[in-house]
């Protein structure tokens, strides 16, 4: 049995992961390909009461140490449940953030060592990394915009605009460490061009 492709959609708040991971799925039906939809946090049971906690803005005070062992807590029991039989089964996965989001909200956004969420990485997921991530990437305060018209903000979205753009920079120094694996978007711009661009690099992926 093949194993299936493991697919990962990031990017800051509002940039329009959720809109398009329907149009990849979609996409990728109309090429015989089935995928698990998935998200992070979240995606079983204990991960999705864990996302509960991490976006409750009006929990304690959930410090930096626990958020981060709260992602991965969530993370390894997703892996382990939802992820890793599917990949094992040849099923495609395509998820919507995963440890690229860690890399960027508690590396970037709350400045926790590097090596720390490395550790965490190789421990939990041991050899799984995504096969492609499709960064979505804008302007913070067009995404902030973006997540403000739709609904009210959780814990994260309250934060400083200068939290968003330290995430934003750490995303984009993923992107250079991993110029294989990740792809950048640039998703200010109209939604057909956004699509047409994740098309043209999921097209490339595919052949
Ligand atoms: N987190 C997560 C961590 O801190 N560490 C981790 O390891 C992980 C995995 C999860 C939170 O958890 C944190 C990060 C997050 O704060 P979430 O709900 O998954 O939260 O993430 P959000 O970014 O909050 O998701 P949003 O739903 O707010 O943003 P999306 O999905 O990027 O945006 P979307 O698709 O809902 O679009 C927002 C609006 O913009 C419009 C859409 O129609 C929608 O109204 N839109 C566009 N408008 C114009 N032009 C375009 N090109 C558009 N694209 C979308």
Not at 88 to 106: I, M, N, P
Not at 150 to 174: G, N
Request: proline fraction near 3%.
């Amino acid at each position: 049995m093949t194993r299936g492709k493991f697919i990962t959609l990031e990017g800051g708040e509002g940039v329009g992961k959720s809109t398009n991971m329907a149009f990849i799925k979609n996409y990728l039906f109309q090429h015989k390909i089935s995928v698990v939809v998935t998200r992070e946090p979240g995606g079983t049971v204990l991960a999705e009461k864990l996302r509960q906690l991490l976006l409750d803005k009006n929990s304690e005070v959930i410090s930096d140490q626990a958020e981060l062992l709260m992602v991965f807590a969530a993370r390894a029991q997703h892996i382990k449940h939802v992820i890793e039989p599917a990949l094992a089964k040849g099923e495609w996965v395509l998820c919507d953030r995963f440890t690229d989001s860690t890399y960027a909200y508690q590396g970037g956004g709350r400045n926790m060592r590097i090596s720390a969420i490395e550790w965490l990485e190789n421990m939990v997921q041991g050899a799984l990394r995504p096969d492609l991530t499709l960064l979505l990437d804008a302007p913070v305060e067009i995404g902030i915009e973006r997540a403000r018209s739709r609904a009210e903000f959780d814990r994260f979205e309250s934060e400083k605009i200068c939290f968003f753009e330290q995430v934003r920079r750490a995303y984009l120094l993923q992107a250079e460490l991993h110029p294989d694996r990740i792809k950048l978007i640039k998703a200010n711009q109209p939604l057909i061009d956004v699509q047409r661009a994740l098309i043209e690099i999921i097209g490339t992926f595919l052949r």
